[in-house]
């Protein structure tokens, strides 16, 4: 069986995160959400996405396919039914499109709008990520599957000689990865350390806790879960119930909070998200389909940052602060809550960060871990800049 995962008005709601990226690829527990699909179903999946993203993350179209609502997070239970789908046979959860099977040429002409195909309701229990602050907040359920797939019939490091380890049976350490003189608390949820990871002297972690491939805990980290760091980045200071896709740096210290962070991104020295209002009243955060701020039903809520993305030394970032793709915050005070992409400096002043600077910085950022970018990435963020214009001329 061939399997597709489509993107859905989640991804609009899921923006500035999704702006490089079909849903699928956000990472929530220690996988991608493509990556779960395909160990649940135990084949490769392609994407359908947005026409600007699908030169880069393809369709592949067979006689006979399955096409799964990427915003879906999996469990073996539905991926069962999933599999069990006949032809022109749909499964929806509270009247969203799940899956459907169908066949070269209806897949072809699908939209995940229209309803005349044969379908049954679930009642089985899924989550499914609409927001960008669904991500930190159903991380620790992630992470707590996750964690069991993963280390299925494999054998953890012994990490015990140099470490204080608490409820050990839940902590798992993949071959290459050095922890030393640190605690690992495992008691409210699980730790998993990644192939070639450091978790450097005096950290204090306590879980539920991802440390993905090729990524460091500097001297002093303090993790609190459900925190998850993507591979090949490096972290410091204060974290708490955040996400970090990957081959993101917060390396100093600074407190994190209720957040999540793209890739190719880098947190200052001493910069600081607020998670708290001072009134103790609900967060709001900026919406891309309604262009405003909406509820989160959150008391704590944080930082939502795009890719590319920075901020220099000291930087303070309001409660439910959203900024897009390419941009630069410097400078004193607290900038706006909502920072369009391409952007540049800080709570005096935004002005629009030309593109060709941009993507001088980014080649040298993605230079430094050995990566090109790419024609076809060039493309996608010439894209983001020319459809974020009119969110700028209004700074």
């Known amino acids: 069986m061939n399997y597709l995962l489509f993107d859905d008005n989640s991804w609009d709601n899921l923006l500035p995160l999704t702006f490089t990226r079909p849903v699928s690829e956000l990472r929530i527990g220690i996988l991608t959400i493509k990556e779960k699909w395909e ?5 490769e999946c392609s994407y359908i996405t947005k026409d600007y993203l699908s030169e880069k993350y393809k369709s592949e179209i067979k006689n006979d396919n399955i096409l799964i609502n990427s915003s879906f997070l999996p469990n073996i239970e539905i991926a069962n039914v999933i599999k069990l789908l006949n032809n022109s046979e749909a499964i929806v959860h509270q009247d969203v499109l799940l899956a459907i099977r169908l066949d070269k040429d209806s897949t072809n002409d699908f939209d995940f709008n229209n309803s005349n195909f044969q379908k049954k309701e679930t009642t089985l229990k899924i989550n499914k990520i609409n927001y960008p602050w669904d991500l930190f907040t159903l991380n620790g359920q992630e992470l707590e599957s996750d964690f069991d797939l993963i280390i299925k019939n494999k054998i953890s490091q012994d990490i015990s000689k140099n470490n204080n ?3 050990p049976e839940r902590i798992f350490v993949e071959e290459g990865a050095s922890v030393l003189f640190s605690n690992l608390n ?8 990644g192939k070639d990871t450091e978790v450097m002297e005096g950290s204090n972690v306590r ?3 991802a440390l ?3 990524s460091a805990l500097k001297i002093g980290s303090k993790i609190y879960g459900p925190t998850t760091i993507g591979p090949h980045s490096k972290v410091g200071g204060e974290i708490n119930n955040s996400i970090i896709i990957g081959y993101s740096n917060k390396a100093h210290d600074g407190f994190l909070g209720q957040a999540v962070i793209g890739e190719w991104c880098n947190i200052g020295a001493d910069s600081n998200n607020s998670n708290l209002k001072n009134n103790y009243t609900d967060v709001r955060m900026w919406n891309y389909p309604k262009q405003s701020f909406i ?16 901020c220099g030394i000291n930087t303070m970032f309001n409660t439910g602060t959203v900024i897009g793709v390419n941009s630069n915050i410097f400078g004193g005070g607290y900038p706006r809550n909502f920072i369009p992409s391409y952007s540049w400096g800080g709570s005096n002043q935004m002005i629009n960060y030309e593109f060709n600077k941009a993507i001088e910085v980014a080649q040298k950022v993605m230079s430094r871990r050995n990566i090109e970018l790419s024609e076809i990435d060039i493309k996608i963020l010439k ?6 214009e009119a969110f700028r001329d209004k700074q």
């Open 383 to 388: 894209h983001i800049y020319g459809i974020t």
């Open 295 to 310: 509820k989160t039903g959150l008391t704590f809520c944080g930082l939502i940052m795009g890719d590319h993305s920075k």
């Open 165 to 167: 380890l608490l409820f």
């Open 212 to 214: 993905c491939e090729h």
């Open 39 to 43: 160990k649940y179903l135990n084949t």
């Open 186 to 193: 495992a008691t409210n949820g699980p730790i998993y350390i």
């Open 207 to 209: 879980g539920p806790f």
